[in-house]
T-cell receptor, first 113, second 115 residues
Framework: DQQVKQNSPSLSVQEGRISILNCDYT??????FLWYKKYPAEGPTFLIS?????DKNEDGRFTVFLNKSAKHLSLHIVPSQPGDSAVYFC????????????FGGGTRVLVKP | KAGVTQTPRYLIKTRGQQVTLSCSPI?????VSWYQQTPGQGLQFLFE???????NKGNFPGRFSGRQFSNSRSEMNVSTLELGDSALYLC??????????????FGEGSRLTVL
């Protein structure tokens, strides 16, 4: 039972353009959503998060949008840079679960120079 | 500030053996979580410890166990290894087990191969 899904396993984008990563969830108890970035041979690193009381959160080139009614969130990277090439995971949690995060399967992003 | 340290980084075991993985959290962090990453299942939550107590457990069989020491260091153990246990085991630490800050810092992982 995949409660968090990233339906696009990979994404290729030209440097300077926008990267849009999508994530869907099924558990309505989730109230906090996060995006992590992972380079090969490294652990995931936190990128950006959003609480369910918001519909948008922005941090520099990264913006996360949350559509609660559709149970959908997306990550926009503008402009994309070659150093953004990595695997991106969306994750979700609910207050009662502490640091138990439910992750999506990841989207591999390749930014071409 | 040193990051999350996991040892060993790589190890090979055979079916039926047991393995112990170690995690030293960032200094001052009291919550340690463990995740299993496999190509087929992605990142899956194993368990979380805070102040030497298990706070939460994922859907893994009893062969997977863990503990946390008074200095917040944590170990996880897998007994009677199966081929399917081959995975990258990631440890993550945070100040508190709030889950709502995003401040979960991951180590580089221990890659276990079961032959």
């Amino acid at each position: 039972d995949q409660q968090v899904k990233q339906n696009s396993p990979s994404l290729s984008v030209q440097e300077g353009r926008i990267s849009i990563l999508n994530c869907d969830y099924t558990n309505s108890m989730f109230d906090y959503f996060l995006w992590y970035k992972k380079y090969p041979a490294e652990g995931p690193t936190f990128l950006i998060s959003i609480s369910s009381i918001k519909d948008k959160n922005e941090d520099g080139r990264f913006t996360v949008f949350l559509n609660k009614s559709a149970k959908h969130l997306s990550l926009h990277i503008v402009p994309s840079q070659p150093g953004d090439s990595a695997v991106y995971f969306c994750a979700a949690s609910d207050k009662a679960a502490g640091n138990k995060l439910t992750f999506g399967g990841g989207t591999r992003v390749l930014v071409k120079p | 500030k040193a990051g999350v340290t996991q040892t060993p980084r790589y190890l090979i075991k055979t079916r039926g053996q047991q393995v112990t993985l170690s995690c030293s959290p960032i200094s001052g962090h009291r919550s340690v979580s463990w995740y299993q990453q496999t190509p087929g299942q992605g990142l899956q939550f194993l368990f979380e410890y805070f102040s030497e107590t298990q706070r939460n457990k994922g859907n893994f069989p009893g062969r997977f166990s863990g503990r946390q020491f008074s200095n917040s260091r944590s170990e996880m153990n897998v007994s009677t290894l199966e081929l399917g246990d081959s995975a990258l085991y990631l440890c993550a630490s945070s100040l508190v087990p709030s889950g709502n800050t995003g401040e979960l810092f991951f180590g580089e992982g221990s890659r276990l191969t079961v032959l």
